[in-house]
């Protein structure tokens, strides 16, 4: 899997997301895809942020990407 990693878009920044991390069989988010976002207010963020990188699980999956956002 790769890591492949972007700014967060407009959208996400007017709405106080400061991560995100989406598991995808492309190099850019689908609609299908499930995005997770961690917000500048949630607790635990700093760990939330830590196990969204952390993709060695899906290694053996049919996911090629993780896109992360930040």
Same mark, same amino acid.
């Given at each position: 899997m %790769? %890591?492949?990693?972007k700014k967060l878009t407009k959208?996400?920044?007017e +709405? /106080?997301?400061i !991560?995100?991390?989406c598991l995808s069989t492309h190099s850019t988010e689908l609609e299908d895809d499930? #995005?997770?976002e961690v917000? %500048?207010?949630? +607790? /635990? %963020? #700093?760990?939330t942020i830590? +196990?969204?990188k952390d993709d060695?699980? !899906?290694r053996d999956s049919h996911f090629k990407f993780n896109i992360i956002r930040s």
């Open positions: %790769k %890591k492949l990693y959208d996400q920044k +709405r /106080g997301v !991560f995100s991390s499930t #995005i997770h917000m %500048k207010e949630d +607790r /635990g %963020k #700093i760990l830590k +196990r969204l060695k699980f !899906f």
